[in-house]
């Protein structure tokens, strides 16, 4: 038997197997994608963030057995054409990377949160962003977020423009 899911929107089928194997190594070791990484490995620091059918989720934590169905996006798979999603955009005009290695998690986390909530608020975002970045880039994950929620509601607006 086979646990098959999508993998930014693409088809996997995955071994019975590897039913224990946390998703995070399956998408580094077995997809050879590198941008989700490993931090914790306890779902704390949030370094592994991917979205499971759209929701910010540690990956470290989900196990290949609960996947079947499922949707799975990786930071790779986030803009789905040939221009950044919003949120990446916004991260590279605010300059929000230190070292950068937890980024891939937040920049994750940020999308799902203004996929839930276009306009979020200072609360919002405390409530939502709990990932962990040891370089202490908040402040401008903070103004990264809502300059992308600006580009969302811009964007937004347009498709209305040209639709009616």
């Known amino acids: 038997m086979t646990i098959q899911f999508t993998l930014n929107n693409k088809a996997v089928s995955v071994s019975e197997e590897l039913a224990d194997m946390p998703l995070l190594w399956f998408i580094r070791e077995n997809a050879g994608l590198k941008g989700t990484k490993f931090g914790c490995g306890i779902g704390q620091c949030g370094a592994c963030t991917v979205h499971f059918n759209g929701e ?11 996947l079947n169905g499922a ?12 221009t950044l999603h919003p949120v990446q955009e916004a991260w590279m005009q605010v ?5 950068g290695y937890c980024q891939a998690g937040q920049i994750m986390a940020a999308a799902s949160l203004l996929q839930k909530n276009p306009n979020p608020d200072e609360s919002d975002i405390d409530t939502h962003m709990t990932n962990i970045c040891r370089c202490g880039t ?22 209305a423009k040209e639709v009616s």
Request: aromatic share 4%; hydrophobic share 40%; proline share 2%.
């Open 138 to 159: 908040y402040t401008r994950i903070r103004k990264a977020i809502h300059l992308a929620a600006d580009k969302l509601a811009k964007q937004n607006f347009e498709l």
């Open 56 to 66: 910010a989720t540690r990956s470290c934590l989900l196990k290949i057995e609960h």
């Open 95 to 99: 300059d929000v990377p230190q070292c």
């Open 71 to 82: 949707q799975i996006t990786t930071i790779e798979g986030l803009a789905n054409t040939d």
